[in-house]
């Protein structure tokens, strides 16, 4: 079963729109950690966020904001008006255990200018 | 410096060549690990060290051989590749605990 579903293969929007990418998680833990990794062409996964699972206060980060909901087991990311920097492939992970990362299967953003 | 550094960037080797991919840290970090990724997928795990020991094989064909000479270094020596085996391998470094893994820009393999 997958650990970590992004449901959005792939989402275009125009520059200065806000777009959210969603993320859903499965774990029977009660202990987890969960990330946002950005991967722009050049093929670097950047870290953008961790959340642990003891910790469901949202997160700002400039244009940036994540929206962590343990009763829907989501952790969504906001980009607010989105620039073609932005265009990348993100990825969703989570992790239970030590070394052990379970990434989704990302989403291809392409901000339009 | 949250650096991961991996050379070479891009590498074509025929299937009988070996060749060896190169990854270095310096954020004191104890973890490290190869990850493969074919395009438009997530990385794959393949290996992890764990102050400098091999912690974590994904079952990889043994024609991939990491290698971890200290604790600021990993290498993964390549032998007969097949051209399926041609993907961007990643290298990643963690601290202590469940924390985040920082990546290297990967170097993109191509088996000809």
């Known amino acids: 079963a997958q650990k970590v579903t992004q449901a959005q293969t792939e989402i275009s929007v125009v520059e200065k729109e806000d777009v959210t990418l969603d993320c859903v998680y499965e774990?029977?833990?009660?202990?987890?950690?969960l990330f946002w990794y950005k991967q722009p062409p050049s093929g670097e996964l950047v870290f953008l966020i961790r959340r642990n699972s003891f910790d469901e206060q949202n997160e700002i980060s400039g244009r940036y904001s994540w929206n962590f909901q343990k009763s829907t087991s989501s952790f969504n990311f906001t980009i607010t008006a989105s620039q073609v920097v932005d265009s990348a492939v993100y990825f969703c992970?989570?992790?239970?255990?030590?070394?052990?990362?379970?990434f989704g299967t990302g989403t291809s953003l392409t901000v339009i200018p | 410096d949250t650096e991961v550094t991996q050379t070479p960037k891009h590498l074509v080797m025929g299937m009988t060549n070996k060749k060896s991919l190169k990854c270095e840290q310096h954020?004191?970090?104890?973890?490290m690990y190869w990850y493969k990724q074919k395009a438009k997928k997530p990385p794959e795990l393949m290996f992890v060290?764990?102050?400098?020991?091999?912690?974590i094989n994904e079952s990889v064909p043994s024609r991939f051989s990491p290698e971890c000479p200290n604790s600021s270094l990993l290498n993964l020596h390549l032998h007969a590749l097949q051209p399926e085996d041609s993907a961007l391998y990643l290298c990643?470094?963690?601290?202590?605990?469940?924390?985040?893994?920082?990546f290297g820009q990967g170097t993109r393999l191509t088996v000809v």
């Open positions: 954020m004191g970090h104890r973890a």
């Open positions: 060290y764990s102050y400098e020991k091999l912690s």
């Open positions: 992970a989570l992790s239970e255990a030590r070394y052990q990362f379970y």
């Open positions: 774990t029977r833990d009660t202990t987890y950690y």
């Open positions: 990643a470094s963690s601290g202590r605990g469940l924390t985040e893994a920082f």
